[in-house]
């Protein structure tokens, strides 16, 4: 994943078109919910393309698709869905892996990432500049991991809270700046400790982007990530 | 094209409603579109009870969704068809599917981009998208054609047309920059 304006708008020009590859799909995916820019090109390459959709043909489908969709709807009229691009894009994400172990309640449920810098470790904290928290919430529960930032060491604590692993994958934690997602490791029942990229801009809030996403045993196999992002959240400030 | 009413106020008004929470806005949204998503799907998906399934998924998905609908940034069916290409579009591409023949060529579709029933602005975008896509060489212009119409993945286009996946690839990037450039400079 390069920063190259013209390659990216072609990756999202062949998403779009449905080119990419399954690997490739998920990973402008996650791209799209972390990047404005890439979410933009999307767009303009459905614009662009959209009247080819004039050209096709309705088919009536069969009457049994509305009484499965009424029992499939979740939660129904109990409460209003999420309105937020970001939450849209990463709760599509999570719908792909619905035929997975995790009900969409479930994950509804820890759909947040904390990030705080300087929470943690023996080094004072400046209350003013150094404490920053982010959560991406479907409406205020409780958060799936706390990531706490430590930017004398370049190290970041990751500690599960709320959040639960599909059986039979992995959670891999992503930090993403420029679009370009880089690998954190695989992250556990415990609390870790994981060391940021060098160049991590972490610091500046809106720099950078934790996600988490789903993969097979023992992380991506790529080094991208290649799975459903569940999990994301920015710095702000505290 | 037997819906009238499927106008964009109309399901813009639609959406807003499954944004609260509204099942009957839903459903008046599901008799007027998916027809025309059920069509698209199964153009990509062209097993009728995969196809069934990623209706339903959408429909699902636009329930949940609706709030997020910004209509600065598109038609609502526009928004439609493109959550429901995505949804076929990943289940075929996961599960590494191999589509049956088609029956039809890139050309076939790029006829079609005529329909009377709509609105000036949106005649006037199929026309340039059409002007667009007759200045790409032929080649290219049904890779990307097929590709976006029929789901054709890079392997598929490179087996039908006999050449390396690595080709494609090539020729649905110049086609692709091409129509970009060619539709920059019609708008």
């Given at each position: 994943m390069s920063a190259d304006p013209n390659e990216r708008d072609l990756r999202a020009a062949e998403y779009v078109l449905g080119t990419l590859s399954a690997s490739e799909r998920a990973a402008l995916d996650l791209e799209r919910a972390v990047d404005p820019a890439t979410e933009a090109a999307v767009r303009a390459w459905e614009r662009r393309l959209?009247?080819?959709?004039?050209?096709i043909q309705s088919v009536e489908p069969p009457e049994r698709v509305w009484q499965k969709i009424l029992r499939a709807l979740p939660g129904r009229s109990a409460s209003a869905p999420a309105n937020d691009n970001r939450i849209e894009a990463l709760s599509r994400q999570i719908r792909l892996w619905?035929?997975?172990?995790?009900?969409a309640g479930a994950l509804a449920a820890s759909l947040a990432l904390v990030v705080a810098l300087g929470?943690?470790?023996?080094p004072p904290v400046t209350?003013?500049?150094?404490r920053y928290v982010a959560v991406v919430s479907r409406g205020g529960e409780v958060p799936a991991f706390l990531v706490s930032v430590d930017l004398a060491a370049g190290t970041a604590q990751v500690r599960p809270v709320g959040a639960e692993t599909p059986a039979g994958h992995s959670l891999e934690l992503w930090y993403v700046e420029g679009g370009t997602p880089k690998t954190l490791g695989v992250i556990g029942a415990s609390a870790r400790k994981v060391a940021l990229p060098a160049?991590?801009?972490?610091?500046?809030?809106?720099a950078g982007l934790f996600a988490v996403s789903v993969e097979p045993p023992g992380g991506s196999p790529t080094g991208k990530?290649?799975?459903?992002?569940i999990y994301s959240g920015t710095l702000i400030k505290d | 094209m037997n819906r009238p009413v499927r106008d964009d106020a109309t399901l813009s008004r639609l959406l807003a409603g499954i944004a609260s929470g509204d099942e009957q806005a839903l459903k008046s949204l599901y008799d007027l579109t998916a027809p025309k998503l059920y069509g698209l799907i199964l153009r990509i998906q062209r097993d009728r009870s995969a196809a069934e399934d990623v209706l339903q998924d959408v429909f699902v998905r636009v329930w949940q969704a609706?709030?997020?609908?910004?209509p600065a940034s598109g038609r609502p069916l526009a928004w439609l068809c493109a959550i429901a290409r995505n949804r076929a579009i990943d289940v075929v591409r996961r599960k590494g599917e191999v589509q049956g023949p088609v029956t039809e060529d890139g050309e076939d579709w790029v006829e079609r981009?005529?329909?009377?029933?709509?609105?000036e602005g949106a005649i006037l975008g199929r026309d340039a998208l059409k002007a667009c896509l007759g200045r790409l060489e032929a080649a290219q212009r049904d890779c990307v054609v097929l590709a976006y119409c029929?789901?054709?993945s890079r392997e598929e286009l490179a087996s039908r047309y006999d050449k390396p996946v690595n080709t494609i690839k090539t020729w649905l990037h110049r086609g692709l920059a091409t129509l970009r450039g060619c539709l920059e400079t019609a708008a």
């Open positions: 959209s009247p080819l959709d004039d050209t619905r035929g997975a172990a995790l009900t929470r943690f470790g023996a209350p003013a500049d150094t160049d991590a801009k972490a610091a500046q809030p809106g990530p290649t799975g459903p992002v | 609706a709030g997020s609908y910004d981009l005529a329909d009377p029933h709509d609105s029929e789901g054709y």
